[in-house]
């Protein structure tokens, strides 16, 4: 069955009713039978019957064993990293989300758990980087906001020789375009924010796993926690996942031919997508995923501070705005927004340029979007 296909089919009819639309169970308890005896679902942090088709169907996505619904992409990767000790290490790619590069650098940092950060672009660093502490490797691919690429199956092995979980944050591709776990992956992490609801319009987050031994240990640390997903945001992002496969694929039509338009502009200095032949890692990116995404960021010949915000404050259609993934096209300047945190100097090395722009390519007309950027271009 081909995906289109499998998102909507995935999602049962209820078996109580019939509805064809997931009901909402806004409810916080179920009465029992008598005590301990119940229908499966006890309290509503342990389990709810919005929440269990969502965990389920992201599993079906991901070809997983199962799937945690949380109440935050964050609170799903809080999730993840609970399942070390301290004096545990965590190998990690360099240009990390930045809230996830908080959470680590700020809270398990002082809870004995370690992180190195190394370009995962080139598989030899990871290899060089991992040692007998290394207990996750951690990966986003394509990375946030300049698009690099790593190898999924070659970090894989190199996980599965030490003993180490494999993670993927597959938040930018979605599972429309890369499934992690079929490249070796133990673990994937989605900020369901993004490209699984689709609307800019809840916070969520999803893991899933690749076993069943794996899936008991996030469900004891979800059920422990606590950081569940409500039943109602449940339900919006069940009903955002069912136009998943026809968004992403109308997302990556717009990103193609937006990439192509930037990099023949003559005020672009160079164009991050890994659809474009020029990418380091375009040959990676063309066997791990269907297609490339519509994330894409460039960097201006006149490559200050203000050009790029010149730019992101002339664009009509491209709202300002962090986040990615909606159905409305977003840009934002790393620099100053996501990045702002991070020195000048660590952010060029990464190759967070001044005039950095990152765009989310929405669902608009292509040709729409394309004069947004050529009269916002055409300013400077
Ligand atoms: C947004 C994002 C997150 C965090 O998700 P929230 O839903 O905002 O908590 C994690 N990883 C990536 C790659 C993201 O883009």
Redesign the pocket.
């Known amino acids: 069955m081909k995906n289109e296909t499998k998102i909507l089919h995935s999602i049962e009819p209820d078996l109580l009713t019939g509805a064809i639309s997931t009901p909402i169970y806004q409810t916080a308890t179920f009465v029992q039978d008598s005590p301990g005896v119940h229908h499966g679902f006890d309290y509503g942090r342990t389990n709810n019957p919005t929440r269990a088709v969502l965990e389920k169907l992201i599993a079906t996505l991901e070809n997983g064993s199962h799937g945690f619904a949380f ?7 809080d999730a993840v990293i609970k399942l070390l000790n301290s004096g545990d290490q965590i190998v990690a790619v360099d240009d990390l ?1 930045g ?2 590069w908080r959470t680590l650098n700020h809270i398990y940092n002082r809870l004995g758990i370690q992180l190195v950060r190394v370009d995962c672009s080139d598989v030899r660093n990871v290899r060089a980087s991992v040692t007998d502490k290394t207990k996750l490797i951690w990966i ?1 691919s394509p ?2 906001p300049t698009l690099k690429i790593a190898d999924i199956k070659e970090i894989s092995l190199i996980a599965k020789k030490i003993g180490a979980l494999l993670v993927v ?1 597959n ?2 591709a979605s599972p429309v375009l890369q499934n992690p776990i079929d490249l070796g992956a133990d673990i994937v ?6 490209y699984l609801a689709g609307h800019s319009d809840l ?3 999803l893991v899933v796993t690749r076993t069943v031994e794996l899936a008991e240990q996030i469900k004891f640390i979800q059920n422990s926690s606590g950081a569940i997903l409500g039943p109602f945001d449940s339900w919006l992002t069940i009903r955002g996942i069912e136009t998943l496969a026809l968004r992403v694929n109308k997302q990556c039509d717009n990103a193609e031919l937006v990439a192509h338009f930037l990099a023949n502009h003559p005020s672009v200095k160079r164009v991050n997508y890994p659809g474009l032949d020029t990418h380091p890692n375009h040959e990676i990116a063309k066997n791990q995923q269907a297609r490339f995404g519509a994330m894409i960021s460039f960097s201006l010949k006149t490559d200050t501070i203000d050009a790029g915000t010149q730019v992101c404050s002339s664009t009509e259609l491209f709202k300002l705005a962090e ?3 909606g159905v409305k096209s977003l840009i934002c300047q790393p620099a100053l927004m996501t990045h702002k945190s991070i020195p000048q100097d660590v952010r060029h090395a990464a190759g967070i340029d001044d005039s950095l722009i990152r765009i989310s390519c929405g669902i608009e007309n292509a040709d729409d979007l394309i004069a947004d950027l050529k009269q916002a271009l055409d300013k400077i």
């Open positions: 109440a935050s992409g964050l609170a799903a990767i989300y809230g996830t986003e990375t946030n944050d938040t930018f992490i989605h900020s369901a924010t993004k916070i969520a987050g986040s990615l993934g």
